[in-house]
């Protein structure tokens, strides 16, 4: 493997998951990801700002956004007026998301995990009209923090009704870091996603990369700084660290597009909009080749 | 692989590197670490009080432990003095150091690395003659923040030396977390030791566990909670937290020995007994059977 995708996920799924910030903070944190050689960033969601208030700006962020070529950006849509206005404003990578577990459907969408997917059956069509593409992210694919285990063959069996329902990509979600190196080879072993998305509540995540690189996956999200968590999922910590994900794969040889410097600077400045510590060991200490 | 043997070094790594804590304090934590388990504990060091006051009791903490059975404790010691200290009161496993990268030799030892490998040749029939058996770990093994990249072919020549002058046992120590997946293959296919000693400085704690066991090791040291990092290496943070090692360890289906919840209990008493947050994700949340 000589290189690895990587989308930033901390203009959405890591504000998502934080104290509210000013429209210019969010504008300037997706510009200033953009400068850093990342392909892909998640940028916003269009939800329902009593859902989540952290979000109720999305148009005008997206508006502001200084649009690079050859950046790939996307959004988070929850239903079709999210699809809608997505659509509407240019978007064409679209992200649903579904949960493996009912249970966590039911807390995190109000609905069952079959009801969800006749949600995205009936999207995918509206999305396709419009030239975009769909992404079904399924969360808890790992585990659920409260049924547990998550089989495999259910992981499995959404796969094959969303790819059957016409979506172009599937990620799998490890919600709330109940992911391992364990569960990582059983759950591939069963079905494969397009990307990988890690949280590190557990100490786990660049081990579950390794694991994901080892049986070919070649698609991570990760956040800078390691911003953002699960609101929905009690004991969840933040995404895998961007800076962090990088600075392993760049020392494997593995490239990425990346400059870890710039990265590094940007979760700097995060961690000042935030005004709190961010968990970050790269962030902290730097990169191996920083030397006394 | 069935089992992995984990040498808990909390006690002495650990405290060695915090704000000094109550001799009661130590001999709690020692003696909790007993009922959890772990069948390796370091315990203290016989070092000179002014070179590090968290150990100038260690005589008394150790004559307070209680001993059990079956548990193998060992000591580092720095020097001849220390050696006898440690072989009076019935250490039959030492450990001594030595860095792989002179710069660190000289600031942590005051003395070049070879001069180190002089003192460790004339101690260890000293050592041999008492009943017991020299651990050599070799700092700095995948870095030096001083001079970067450590040679692979440094550290076999340096294992040579040691082994040929009678040396037990080999520890490799990533003293100031430069250690990736990648630098453990690297370095372990010039050389393999009996043990390894990870930071978790820069995310790669558990990454670098789960490389060096898919090449055979199984032998690794931690410490409860993350406890300690390094006083003489800027940037260092903390030893990769045993919860976190052993969480993801017999969730893979290997065993340690060590009872899992009963670790994670020790793990929070230590936090209060510091006063500071540590770092480790399984104490923080759980292990990922803990449902809500």
């Known amino acids: 493997m000589t290189s690895v995708s990587i989308r930033e996920v901390a203009p959405r799924d890591g504000l998502q998951n934080e104290e509210p910030v000013p429209t210019d903070a969010k504008v300037a944190l997706i510009?200033?990801?953009?400068?850093?050689?990342?392909?892909?960033?998640?940028?916003?969601?269009?939800?329902?700002?009593?859902?989540?208030?952290?979000?109720?700006?999305a148009d005008e962020v997206w508006a502001r956004v200084d649009r690079r070529p050859g950046i790939r950006y996307s959004a988070l849509i929850p239903n079709t007026r999210g699809a809608q206005r997505a659509l509407a404003v240019g978007f064409r990578e679209i992200e649903v998301v579904v949960s493996a577990s009912d249970t966590h459907n039911r807390r995190n969408l109000n609905r069952s995990t079959e009801e969800s997917l006749d949600d995205i059956a009936s999207l995918t069509p509206?999305?396709?009209?419009?030239?975009?593409?769909?992404?079904?992210?399924?969360?808890t694919s790992f585990g659920c923090p409260f049924e547990g285990d998550i089989d495999p063959d259910r992981v499995a069996g959404i796969v094959a009704r969303v790819r059957a329902d016409g979506a172009d990509r599937i990620a799998f979600g490890d919600t709330t870091g109940m992911a391992t190196p364990r569960r990582v080879r059983d759950l591939l072993?069963?079905?494969r996603p397009d990307l990988l998305h890690f949280h590190n509540t557990r100490g786990t995540g660049l081990a579950n990369i390794l694991t994901a690189l080892d049986l070919g996956v070649t698609e991570f999200d990760a956040s800078v700084g390691g911003i953002g968590g699960c609101p929905y999922a009690p004991g969840a910590s933040g995404n895998v660290a961007t800076e962090e994900v990088v600075h392993m794969l760049h020392d494997m040889g593995i490239d990425t597009g990346i400059d870890l410097?710039?990265?590094?600077?940007?979760?700097?400045?995060?961690?000042?909009?935030?005004g709190r510590t961010l968990p970050s060991g790269v962030l902290r200490a730097g990169p191996r080749t920083r030397l006394v």
Chains 1, 2 share one sequence.
């Not at 509206?126 to 969360?139: K, Q």
């Open 31 to 57: 510009d200033a990801l953009s400068g850093t050689g990342v392909r892909r960033i998640e940028a916003v969601s269009f939800v329902h700002p009593k859902a989540i208030p952290q979000m109720a700006d």
């Open 189 to 191: 072993s069963a079905v």
């Open 261 to 274: 410097d710039r990265l590094i600077s940007v979760a700097e400045t995060a961690e000042k909009m935030l």
């Open 126 to 139: 509206l999305i396709h009209e419009a030239g975009a593409t769909v992404e079904v992210i399924v969360a």
